[in-house]
């Protein structure tokens, strides 16, 4: 025999006003594109917590970082690029990488759609941050870092 148990009304109505209360209304944005004032333009102000111009050696040679940019949109996309010198070959060059972003309250995610790499990043004290596998070796070993 099967036991029924029934639970008041009052108790019912107090939970479903309990539950009510506790969802929606998040204050910290998250998911695509993240809002929150994160949206527009971003200007490369540091490679590796260094200002710029900034030189950093790599598995192709020396890059000599001049400026750059980030714009995040508020539909979730992402576009940046980066002005360097390859110093060896003596040639300027352009890193053209864009995609979508997420946001996680400080965390941020970026998935490249020019490269397929999925890349870590975040905010911090009014800046946004992104560490970058620069070289293509499969590491990621440069931190760009942005200010509006």
Known sequence: ?????????????????LAAACG???????????????AGTWTLVGINEDGLPESEDYNFGTADFQSGSLRLSQDGQWEMKIF??????????????????GRDNQDLSFASEA?????????????VYMIYDFDGDGEYETEFTFER
Do not use: C, K
């Open 115 to 127: 490269y397929g790499d999925h890349i870590e990043g975040g905010l911090d004290d009014g800046f």
């Open 84 to 101: 360097y010198d390859h110093v060896e070959q003596n040639q300027s060059l352009q890193l053209d990488d864009y995609g979508q972003y």
């Open 24 to 38: 929606g209304g998040d204050h910290n944005p998250t998911g695509p594109g993240g809002g929150g004032g994160i």
């Open 1 to 17: 025999m099967q036991t029924t148990h029934w639970i008041p009304r009052r108790a019912l109505l107090g939970l479903t006003l």
